[in-house]
């Protein structure tokens, strides 16, 4: 099975950027389709972005549509996420997930089986 460690998160003022990186050991990372999704305090993990194994698929949920931007390099076996024009309620711990089904992508949290610890991003007003 897939091994997920995310890294790049921290404090940032709003409007700020991060670019949040998702790297795979154990299997090849081209087998899987990627999310991110967050969890901030107090509420239920959510989808964030999701990507097809090519990279050619992809989505986001409609909160960060135009502020982040998902990724892949399959040859570095990394996932990475953009994060722009960031607001206080960005504030979560972002985790990657990985999925072998045969989705294209994948928004459902329940499709994928394999996840990191997180990152914390904090965003100040």
């Known amino acids: 099975q897939v091994q997920l460690v995310e890294s790049g998160g921290g404090l940032v003022q709003a409007g700020g950027s991060l670019r949040l990186s998702c790297a795979a050991s154990?299997?090849?990372?081209?087998?899987?389709?990627m999310g991110w999704f967050r969890q901030a305090p107090g509420k239920e993990r959510e989808f964030v972005a999701t990507?097809?194994?090519?990279?050619?698929?992809?989505d986001y949920a409609d909160s960060v549509k135009g502020r982040f931007t998902i990724s892949r390099d399959n040859s570095k076996n990394t996932v990475y996420l953009q994060m722009n024009s960031l607001k206080p309620e960005d504030t979560a711990v972002y985790c990657c997930?990985?999925?072998?089904?045969?989705?294209?992508?994948?928004?459902?949290?329940?499709?994928?089986?394999?996840w990191g610890q997180g990152t914390q991003v904090t965003v100040s007003s």
């Open positions: 990507i097809s194994r090519s990279g050619d698929n992809i």
């Open positions: 997930a990985a999925t072998p089904g045969a989705y294209s992508n994948s928004i459902r949290i329940s499709d994928y089986p394999y």
């Open positions: 154990g299997r090849t990372l081209s087998t899987y389709v």
